[in-house]
Structures are given as structure tokens and as C-alpha cells.
């Protein structure tokens, strides 16, 4: 069964250093999400993408944070200068055709800022 | 805005106890949702899903929820918990019109002993 896959599974950097995190969404899959999950609190939605640009984004994205899809299968979340706060799980997640289908969770990746 | 609350953060249950999740969720509109589940170390799963129809709605692994307009509720059910369902439980709604993400609750933590 084809899955979400996220890399790495573990990142850990000093403040103020710029992370990229990877994703490869299920093939045939069109929407792209990011979502983060801070220890001990909720999973938050930070931005779905759609056709090459940004669909939806929520108030914890800000300029720090930007998404890019540079092929046909990698999807990554850039935060170019990262905060102690940034320290979380990052979970990628696709969907067939827009929100209203499941959509298919990647393992996350946990991002420790020091 | 929407947003999902998760009553129980953590449940204790002994082998062959049956389970029940409670979720309720706050939107004006029509809804689809979820249940996902997280097993220690891996990632989101999702377990069920109503988008419309029988409110009574099957998923994986024997686990029921049912759609409850009134009370806004959407319980996870499951008659005869096994150690294996120990996991962390999350329920999450998006709007059924526009392409909005997935808005989640807080999350519960059932524990199975034997």
C-alpha cells in the first residue's frame, strides 16, 4: 500500500538555523499539507498546497516558513530561521483530490531546535 | 472557526473492556469526520471516516463511531478492547465545503492492560 513518506525522521538544530524538511507524498495525490504537533498539545495545521502554490495557510505560518514542491515527488517545508518554539513534530500529509477525501499521514518528523 | 474537543486525555482499560471516545466539535456548517489513530512510534492512521449517509460508520480493527448531528458528537466505539489498540486517539473535523485542513482535537490516550 503506498504511504507518505517523511525524512528525516529526526532533526535537531541550533537557533537561527535554516531546516528543510521532506516529503513524498501517495503518486496520485494532488493537495499537500503540513501540519505540526508541539509535545503535549494538539495536531495544528500549518499550510495545504495545491497546483503548485499555497491553497490554505493558518496564522503559525508565517514568512519564516515557506513550501516548495522543486520535482514531481518531493514536497518540503523550509523554516529559515528556526526558534525554540519551532521545536515540534512535523507531519506531511496528502489527498487525492481536495479536502474532502482522507488525508494520508506521513511518520513525521521531530525537530528539536536548541 | 471550528475546533474539536477530546474529553478523556488519557484512558485506562483492562483487556476485553469495552471503549468509548467522546468527541464533539463546533462548526455552523456540514462536516466531515474522523478518527485517526497514532501506535507508539508510527504515525497517523486513520480508523474511520463519515462524509455522509449512515451515521452509524464502521472502520478498521472492529472500532465503530457514530455521527450524532444534535450533539455534535462523534464517539469512537469498540466493544472488546485488545492490548494492541494501545495507541493515541485523535479526532478531527473539516468543513464539508471549500478545502479547508483538517482541524483536530487534543487527542486521548487509551492504555490497555491485561
Known amino acids: 500500500e503506498p504511504e507518505v513518506t517523511q525524512t528525516p525522521s529526526h532533526q535537531v538544530t541550533q537557533m537561527g538555523q535554516e531546516v528543510i524538511l521532506r516529503c513524498v507524498p501517495i503518486?496520485?495525490?494532488?493537495?499537500f499539507y503540513w501540519y505540526r504537533q508541539i509535545l503535549g498539545q494538539k495536531v495544528e495545521f500549518l499550510v495545504s498546497?495545491?497546483?503548485?502554490?499555497?491553497?490554505?495557510k493558518s496564522e503559525i505560518f508565517d514568512d519564516q516558513f515557506s513550501v516548495e514542491r522543486p520535482d514531481g515527488s518531493n514536497f518540503t517545508l523550509k523554516i529559515r530561521s528556526t526558534k525554540l518554539e519551532d521545536s515540534a513534530m512535523y507531519f506531511c500529509?496528502?489527498?487525492?483530490?481536495?479536502?474532502?477525501?482522507?488525508?494520508?499521514f506521513g511518520p513525521g518528523t521531530r525537530l528539536l531546535v536548541l | 472557526a471550528q475546533s474539536v474537543s477530546q474529553h478523556n486525555h488519557h484512558v485506562i482499560l483492562s483487556e476485553a473492556a469495552s471503549l468509548e471516545l467522546g468527541c464533539n466539535y463546533s462548526?455552523?456548517?456540514?462536516?466531515?469526520l474522523f478518527w485517526y489513530v497514532q501506535y507508539p512510534g508510527q504515525h497517523l492512521q486513520l480508523l474511520l471516516k463519515?462524509?455522509?449517509?449512515?451515521?452509524l460508520v464502521k472502520g478498521i480493527k472492529g472500532f465503530e463511531a457514530e455521527f450524532i448531528k444534535s450533539k455534535f458528537s462523534f464517539n469512537l466505539r469498540k466493544p472488546s478492547v485488545q492490548w494492541s489498540d494501545t495507541a493515541e486517539y485523535f479526532c478531527?473535523?473539516?468543513?464539508?465545503?471549500?478545502?479547508?485542513?483538517?482541524?483536530f482535537g487534543k487527542g486521548t490516550r487509551l492504555s490497555v492492560i491485561a
Open positions: 500529509a496528502s489527498s487525492v483530490v481536495s479536502t474532502q477525501e482522507t488525508q494520508y
Open positions: 503518486s496520485n495525490h494532488l493537495y
Open positions: 498546497f495545491y497546483n503548485n502554490e499555497i491553497s490554505e
Open positions: 462548526y455552523g456548517g456540514t462536516v466531515n
Open positions: 463519515y462524509f455522509s449517509g449512515d451515521p
Open positions: 478531527a473535523v473539516n468543513a464539508l465545503s471549500g478545502n479547508t485542513p483538517l482541524v
